[in-house]
């Protein structure tokens, strides 16, 4: 028996260093093969499928860094809200906060750089209802974009931010 038991780990301990030799360690995967393309695909349909997620997950970032007007899949949208406005809408914003949320409502606030008096912007964003609205502070005027017109409302501490923003451009409520 003891010649049998002896005979049988030998067999599986040899079984074993064999498949182990055979076994491939993957140091690092690269960056252009099916698996990293899918994954990309599959982000750019969630976005499409529910833009809800994406739009919450740009809450604490920049407008600028994440390209927001520009790249966004909401960038056309801007473009045909704003007409003529949008191209002075991107030269402008230089100076930002990053978004903020408020129940269904996004904010991001961007303006001219060294002259935030003469060209300011308030973007809106009602996540729920899919909405757009741009307030713009030119020159003591203000302009309000408002997608399919439809008025987003704004509460709390962005209605404050935004009455103050009205007083000190002069601007009645």
Not at 32 to 53: F, M, W
Not at 55 to 80: E, H, M, N, W
Not at 114 to 126: A, F, V
Request: aromatic share 10%; net charge positive.
């Amino acid at each position: 028996m003891n010649y049998r038991a002896k005979y049988i780990s030998a067999a599986i301990v040899s079984s074993l260093i064999l498949l182990s030799c055979k076994k491939e360690i993957i140091k690092e995967v690269p960056k252009t093969d099916s698996t990293s393309i899918k994954t990309e695909a599959l982000q750019v349909d969630s976005t499409v499928l529910n833009p809800t997620d994406s739009l919450y997950a740009l809450v604490d970032k920049s407008v600028i860094g994440t390209q927001f007007l520009t790249k966004s899949s909401l960038a056309p949208r801007l473009k045909k809200l704003l007409g003529a406005d949008y191209d002075a809408m991107i030269k402008n914003w230089n100076t930002e906060t990053p978004f903020e949320k408020q129940d269904n409502v996004l904010h991001a606030w961007g303006c001219k750089q060294h002259d935030c008096s003469t060209y300011s912007y308030d973007l809106y964003i009602d996540v729920k209802n899919n909405k757009i609205n741009v307030y713009k502070f030119s020159e003591s005027k203000l302009t309000i974009f408002k997608e399919d017109n439809f008025e987003i409302e704004i509460t709390g501490n962005f209605l404050k931010d935004l009455n103050i923003k009205k007083e000190n451009t002069e601007i009645k409520k």
